[in-house]
């Protein structure tokens, strides 16, 4: 694979594909000097998807992601032209955290729903990637993703149905393991589902899981948890999410 993110890696890089590096404050540039990492740094509103695009700069293994969470979706009147002008100015190629949640904010999925359509059109007319969150609406989600054309998108901590997942997959999109599967008995089982040429490996940090401090060091934990589930050893783990992670890199011009 050709060298890409202006970083020369020696060692299969770990992937975490879906990190608020911007929560980090202070700390986000320690962490993203981790060598053997890529991160793609997620955002929840204009705000904080400046400031991961200033730490982005700082760090050559980081992404940048620019994003409106579903949860902090409460007025319809959201002003999609500064997106678009961040899309531009910094020439950014993911979209993230967007989507919608029928799980833990269900009230506001209407204005969730403008919001997310507006996004992912905008993803197709940039050619951008999605990291997308979708707590019980996995579905709507995917119908919209499939409405647009949209090429690249990873459904993020997936927990939705194993026959979903199947369509899910067979459009070409990626499954999100999150670290938090070793206490999620939910999200383990979507480990020994989903096929290993479709997943990437993410932490979520700094997010709290039922009291677990959620963080990219896990991810080699987390490596190995695949492996023994998958029953193959940690290095073809380790190079199957590095490969699958090229090439949603690749596809949105990044490698
Ligand atoms: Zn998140």
Redesign the pocket.
């Known amino acids: 694979m050709a060298q890409c993110l202006q970083y020369n890696f020696s060692t299969t890089p770990y992937i975490d594909s879906?990190i608020?590096l911007y929560e980090y404050g202070e700390e986000a540039e320690k962490l993203c000097k981790e060598i053997h990492y890529i991160f793609l740094a997620?955002s929840d509103d204009i705000q904080s998807s400046l400031k991961t695009i200033e730490i982005a700069k700082k760090c050559s293994n980081v992404v940048p992601s620019i994003g409106f969470?579903p949860w902090n979706v409460k007025e319809p009147n959201i002003d999609f032209k500064q997106f678009e002008n961040i899309i531009k100015t910094y020439n950014v190629k993911f979209l993230g955290?967007v989507g919608l949640d029928k799980k833990f904010v269900s009230e506001t999925f209407n204005v969730q729903l403008h919001l997310f359509e507006n996004l992912v059109a905008m993803a197709k007319d940039y050619e951008l990637g999605l990291s997308v969150?979708a707590p019980n609406a996995w579905r709507e989600a995917l119908e919209v993703l499939r409405r647009s054309g949209v090429k690249i998108a990873i459904f993020?901590?997936y927990t939705g149905p194993a026959e979903l997942l199947r369509e899910i997959v067979n459009e070409g999109f990626y499954i999100g393991i999150n670290v938090a599967a070793k206490i999620q008995k939910k999200h383990l089982e979507i480990i020994k589902i989903a096929p290993l040429e479709s997943i990437v490996t993410e932490s979520?940090g700094p997010?709290n899981y039922r009291g677990l401090v959620l963080g990219p060091a896990m991810l080699p934990e987390l490596i190995a948890l695949i492996a023994k589930i998958k029953n193959v050893d940690e290095k073809t783990v380790r190079e199957a999410i590095w490969r699958n992670f090229y090439i949603i890199l690749k596809n949105v011009g990044i490698c």
Request: aromatic share 20%; glycine share 0%; net charge negative.
């Open positions: 879906h608020h997620v969470h955290e969150h993020h901590w979520d997010y």
